[in-house]
């Protein structure tokens, strides 16, 4: 027997182990299935609208273009002040899209900016709050610079925690 007659037998049992592995596996994963289905009908569960149908709608509701969100309510969430929550409900009073879990919304902010007028920066906040059909929740932290550093404070924290009160517009993009 040549080495490379002694290699394709080697490779050949380790093929057999894999296809015999693979084979357990899809025999109980199916078993598996089976159970679940012979329990479902048993139960007479009603059938529930596939997941991915269910994002597909939420985000085919979602807006185009600008839409601005007047701050309806502004809460301090913490004694030092660091953490306040921004109620925001749509100036056009129109519906919102379907609420989905670690969505969160996008600002267009205009900043005052040290050589011209303002600076447009956009940044991303998650929601913070249980899903409503008539508002969105979100809270942001206030940044502060790195102990011992020249750094400033994050600007669109700062801009949120001391420029952003009840009744201001927030442009938001789709």
């Given at each position: 027997m040549t080495s490379f007659n002694l290699?394709?037998?080697?490779?050949?049992?380790?093929?057999?182990?894999?296809?015999?592995?693979?084979?357990?596996?899809?025999?109980?994963?199916?078993?598996?299935?089976?159970?679940?289905?012979?329990?479902?009908?048993?139960?007479?569960?009603?059938?529930?609208?596939?997941?991915?149908?269910?994002?597909?709608?939420?985000?085919?509701?979602?807006?185009?273009?600008?839409?601005?969100?007047?701050?309806?309510?502004?809460?301090?969430?913490?004694?030092?002040?660091?953490?306040?929550?921004?109620?925001l409900v749509p100036e056009d009073r129109q519906a919102l899209p379907p609420f989905l879990p670690g969505q969160y919304l996008t600002f267009q902010l205009a900043l005052p900016s040290a050589t011209v007028g303002t600076e447009e920066i956009i940044r991303c906040y998650s929601l913070s709050d249980a899903p409503r059909p008539d508002g969105y929740r979100v809270s942001i932290k206030r940044v502060l610079p790195p102990q011992g550093s020249n750094a400033a404070p994050g600007r669109s924290s700062s801009y949120f925690h001391d420029q952003v009160d009840v009744g201001a517009l927030l442009r938001v993009p789709g």
């Amino acid at each position: 027997m040549t080495s490379f007659n002694l290699l394709l037998w080697i490779a050949a049992g380790c093929a057999l182990q894999l296809a015999i592995y693979l084979s357990i596996n899809f025999w109980r994963h199916w078993q598996g299935y089976q159970a679940l289905r012979d329990r479902d009908a048993e139960l007479n569960l009603p059938v529930t609208i596939d997941a991915a149908k269910k994002v597909a709608e939420a985000t085919s509701a979602a807006w185009s273009g600008y839409r601005n969100f007047r701050v309806a309510r502004k809460v301090v969430e913490d004694n030092v002040q660091s953490i306040s929550s921004y109620y925001l409900v749509p100036e056009d009073r129109q519906a919102l899209p379907p609420f989905l879990p670690g969505q969160y919304l996008t600002f267009q902010l205009a900043l005052p900016s040290a050589t011209v007028g303002t600076e447009e920066i956009i940044r991303c906040y998650s929601l913070s709050d249980a899903p409503r059909p008539d508002g969105y929740r979100v809270s942001i932290k206030r940044v502060l610079p790195p102990q011992g550093s020249n750094a400033a404070p994050g600007r669109s924290s700062s801009y949120f925690h001391d420029q952003v009160d009840v009744g201001a517009l927030l442009r938001v993009p789709g």
